[in-house]
């Protein structure tokens, strides 16, 4: 069976990746959304293995000797990772494995799996940033400036993405990605490996 | 302006380049068909500048020798090329432009330009690219088997090229050439050019 592809979705907080990746996962079947591991503790209205995998210190920093994590970073006391295993087996099967994950995750799993397609949603203004920023219930509003500021940083790696999407309207960005994962199946290489998996005579005839 | 890009669509006889590439045409306004020049004789109910732009040997000739062909080929004893000038003009206003190409002028120009977006079209199968051979009105019974050694010499290049797209439905493989399209457009470099060029603020805020 041919390996799926790992999607590494990334960009600022504010920016719309939960709902472009949820769009996106709603129409693509053959789509698995990898979770993330954090040692931060559950929040009321979370489910462990649904928003986070939720692991002890210890089990973290024990995964991490072990090499556990396709990438792995520390914020404000706590690790995030997204652990190796369960993305090697749904690659496996078949899947794309999508990583929604802030921009030095983006770029640890860039440098490690150079084959990863890596998208960047930007919005299409610090205005808008900001705006987006005020409405959402999680975000204290003093620390709004702060967020925008890391933002500015942030983008500042963009280039270093394979793509950037701009989230204006919704529809059009989970559109864009659509169209970079079925262009990026149509690579000569992708498309030789298929048909030969197919055993299709279309590029080789028999003799 | 931002300069278009240049699509090469190519692929062996009978694949149905013509078809796809009218359907592409079609849909995208901002998209222009390169037309070919050849010294081989006008046909009846052919065009002079629709089908080819039909010009002397002597004419082509001291085209060749001023550089004023972006690929050009002999075959049975006639010219064809595609001319550099109008493809220049048509970029600079922003169009992209499509070349319908055999095989071997696809080569030359993704050599000569390798940012140019190349596409290599097969048929499903070969039984396909026979049954479609022989379906054509203007492809004499005979010389089937010839052209489908042609196809088979002519696939091998086909990892060369960028995408490969198969022409089994053909809103399908249409859908295929626009997703290639779009995605391309949205790679990093692309987009933060057309950022600069809106001058936008969505990736470097004023200070």
Chains 1, 2 share one sequence.
Do not use: H
Not at 35 to 49: F, I, K
Not at 69 to 92: H, M, Q, T, W
Not at 139 to 161: F, W
Not at 182 to 205: C, I, M, T, V, Y
């Amino acid at each position: 069976m041919k390996k799926g592809r790992l999607i590494v979705i990334s960009g600022p907080s504010g920016v719309g990746k939960g709902t472009v990746v949820k769009a996106v996962l709603a129409s693509n079947p053959k789509t698995w959304l990898s979770v993330s591991a954090t040692t931060r503790p559950m929040r009321p209205g979370e489910t462990d293995g649904v928003q986070y995998r939720f692991i002890s210190r210890e089990r973290f920093e024990q995964m991490i000797d072990a090499g556990q994590f396709l990438e792995y970073a520390c914020y404000v006391d706590n690790y995030y990772g997204s652990p190796l295993e369960p993305i090697e087996r749904k690659l496996a099967d078949g899947f794309d494995v999508l990583l929604e994950i802030e921009v030095q995750g983006g770029l640890q799993i860039m440098e490690k799996r150079p084959d990863a397609i890596s998208i960047f949603l930007i919005a299409p203004s610090f205005a808008e940033l900001a705006a987006r920023l005020r409405g959402r219930g999680d975000t204290d509003g003093a620390v709004i400036p702060k967020r925008l500021e890391t933002a500015r940083r942030e983008y500042g790696v963009a280039p270093q993405y394979d793509y950037i999407v701009v989230n204006d309207r919704l529809e059009d960005a989970v559109s864009d990605v659509l169209a970079i994962l079925r262009s990026e199946s149509l690579r000569a290489g992708n498309q030789l490996e298929k048909l030969k998996e197919a055993d299709s005579d279309a590029l080789s005839p028999d003799e």
